[in-house]
């Protein structure tokens, strides 16, 4: 009769260890789904970061050729000055000669 109440409490121990078994069990279950999600969470991002990082190299390359693209227009600013230059040294030229043949022929 004396092993009967020490079984019985054995039962409540074993039972509480259960209980406290499966708490843990679902804890670490939880857990496993929240680090899956994170996982997959740090796996966009990751993808993330490497489409803006080719995006940044496009756009570097957008920079320079746009940089090219200005430097040529400069030099061809330049050039038409140059050229609005002479055509009005032309032009100069073409106004003192007809004055100085509208002179000789006086």
Partial sequence: TKLLPQLQEQV??????????????LDAARLSGILQAKEQ???????VEEELYNK????AKVNQKSTEQM???ERLHGQISAL????????E??????????????
């Fill in 41 to 47: 969470q740090f796996n966009r991002l990751v993808h």
């Fill in 84 to 91: 609005q230059q002479n055509d009005r040294k032309k032009a």
């Fill in 71 to 73: 430097v040529k227009v």
């Fill in 12 to 25: 409540l121990t074993l039972k509480a260890q259960l209980e406290a078994a499966e708490e843990r069990a």
């Fill in 93 to 106: 030229e073409i106004q003192a000669l007809t004055s100085q043949t509208a002179r000789l022929q006086a």
């Fill in 56 to 59: 940044e190299l496009e756009l």
